[in-house]
């Protein structure tokens, strides 16, 4: 049983894919901790994107770990895996245990505040284990994440909290956008982790 009393059998979306949303899955202390250590000793690095042949570096940071040396490419930029740290490990552990599922790699973003965010995409990269789930977990700041339907253009969102945890399963990278809109409420920062399974 949850004991902060979210339902994370509940889907989310009302079809084509499904979210569920554990809420905090460890006290605030404990968060805060994870989130402190996170931006100390991560090895993060300003992202790249190659768009419409220009080359694109964004204030927000990204880090990306893994069992394996993985090239991970999307926005024709492409990552190295590094080795898991021990705080990462521990992370990986506690998802797993919650979720039942296996994850061998995570993409981290750090936004520095509500400045920063991310626009509408899918998580469908080639080396991305097909409708394989995806689990987000959040520390820091409070942000909006929405979902919107590739087709009805449906949206859906909800507010992910600080050590809160949060799973994308079935089709729905097929069907669905996501996105972290911008937003100037908030001026501290957010981590977040998204664990993967990666297949190269």
């Known amino acids: 049983m949850n004991l902060f009393g979210y339902d994370e059998t509940l889907n989310l979306l009302p079809q084509d894919g499904v979210v569920n949303y554990y809420g905090p899955i460890m006290d605030s202390q404990q968060s805060e901790d994870y989130k402190n250590h996170l931006i100390s000793n991560i090895d993060w690095k300003n992202d790249e994107a190659f768009i419409y042949g ?5 204030k927000r940071k990204v880090a990306w770990y893994g069992d394996g040396s993985y090239q991970y490419t999307y926005s024709k930029s492409t990552k190295q895996a590094l080795p898991w740290t021990y705080q990462l490990l521990a992370l990986r552990a506690i998802v797993e245990n919650k979720t ?3 994850f061998n790699s995570c993409l981290l973003n750090l936004y520095h505040d509500g400045g920063e965010g991310m626009s509408w995409h899918s998580d469908d990269e080639e080396a991305l284990a097909t409708n394989a789930p995806i689990a987000s977990l959040s520390f820091g700041a409070t942000r909006k994440f929405s979902f919107k339907h590739k ?19 079935g089709e729905i990278q097929k069907h669905w956008l996501h996105s972290l809109p911008k937003t100037t409420k908030v001026s501290v920062p957010r981590i977040n982790l998204t664990f993967r399974k990666y297949t190269r």
Not at 54 to 58: E, M
Not at 151 to 169: F, H
Request: charged residues 30%.
């Open 54 to 58: 220009k080359h694109i570096v964004t």
């Open 100 to 102: 039942g599922t296996r």
């Open 151 to 169: 087709e009805t253009k449906e949206t859906v969102s909800l507010e992910l909290e600080a050590g809160s945890l949060l799973i994308m399963k």
